[in-house]
């Protein structure tokens, strides 16, 4: 823990929520002058009071350790670059906008990379009755499955829980443009264009 960062994060973050040192203080049940030691990097909370001090503030311990608290660019209205975050341990599955830090059963997540979907990985796409109609021939296993499936364009996500032992299919409202996007628990996140897809199918 940086004592200086640390620090000056603790005094934004009191300041952003518009709390004096006293009222900070009551929340946390200790003096005013521990919380001046703190934000003039003369000291550090106790370890065992990072959780409480966190949820104050509604931030997260890391971000308490670590100092820093940066804000991420604006990408308000592109849900094409939408990052999702998938834990290997209980198969959550998070969405954000822009790089976020995201914890789950314990683990730190990264956004999952999606790469373009080979021949032999696509999903097919057909125009059943006015809707489209998303279906798989791959394994759907406890041990190697896909868990979801979602349609992303630049202003909307529709995602599709999958099953392992359950057949994948999903049906779409007859979109002509985006992608399809989808999680195999072996093979990571994939994704087709839309078109393409049903071209292919």
């Given at each position: 823990?940086?004592?200086?960062?640390?620090?000056?994060?603790?005094?934004?973050l009191?300041?952003?929520?518009?709390?004096?040192?006293?009222?900070?203080?009551?929340?946390?049940?200790v003096?005013?002058?521990?919380?001046?030691?703190?934000?003039?990097?003369?000291?550090?909370?106790?370890?065992?009071?990072l959780?409480?001090?966190?949820?104050?503030?509604?931030?997260?311990?890391?971000?308490?350790?670590?100092?820093?608290?940066?804000?991420?660019?604006?990408?308000?209205?592109?849900?094409?670059?939408?990052?999702?975050?998938?834990?290997?341990?209980?198969?959550?599955?998070?969405?954000?906008?822009?790089?976020?830090?995201?914890?789950?059963?314990?683990?730190?997540?990264?956004?999952?990379?999606?790469?373009?979907?080979?021949?032999?990985?696509?999903?097919?796409?057909?125009?059943?009755?006015?809707?489209?109609?998303?279906?798989?021939?791959?394994?759907?296993?406890?041990?190697?499955?896909?868990?979801?499936?979602?349609?992303?364009?630049d202003s909307c996500?529709?995602m599709?829980?999958?099953?392992?032992e359950?057949?994948?299919?999903?049906?779409?409202?007859?979109f002509?443009?985006?992608?399809?996007?989808?999680?195999?628990?072996?093979?990571?996140?994939?994704?087709?264009?839309?078109?393409?897809?049903?071209?292919?199918?």
């Amino acid at each position: 823990m940086d004592q200086i960062k640390t620090g000056a994060l603790i005094r934004a973050l009191r300041l952003r929520n518009n709390m004096t040192q006293k009222q900070l203080a009551e929340r946390l049940n200790v003096s005013d002058k521990a919380v001046s030691k703190w934000e003039c990097a003369n000291g550090c909370p106790d370890i065992s009071m990072l959780t409480e001090l966190a949820e104050v503030f509604g931030t997260d311990v890391q971000t308490l350790l670590s100092g820093g608290a940066d804000c991420n660019e604006s990408e308000v209205g592109n849900m094409n670059k939408l990052r999702f975050y998938i834990c290997k341990d209980c198969g959550n599955i998070i969405t954000a906008s822009s790089d976020a830090s995201i914890t789950c059963c314990g683990n730190r997540l990264t956004a999952a990379e999606p790469r373009r979907a080979e021949d032999g990985e696509k999903l097919r796409v057909e125009n059943i009755g006015g809707e489209l109609y998303v279906t798989s021939d791959h394994e759907m296993t406890k041990e190697h499955y896909i868990s979801f499936v979602a349609y992303q364009s630049d202003s909307c996500l529709m995602m599709f829980r999958q099953y392992p032992e359950w057949a994948m299919q999903a049906r779409l409202p007859l979109f002509r443009t985006g992608r399809l996007v989808w999680y195999c628990n072996r093979c990571g996140l994939l994704y087709g264009d839309l078109r393409r897809l049903m071209t292919d199918a």
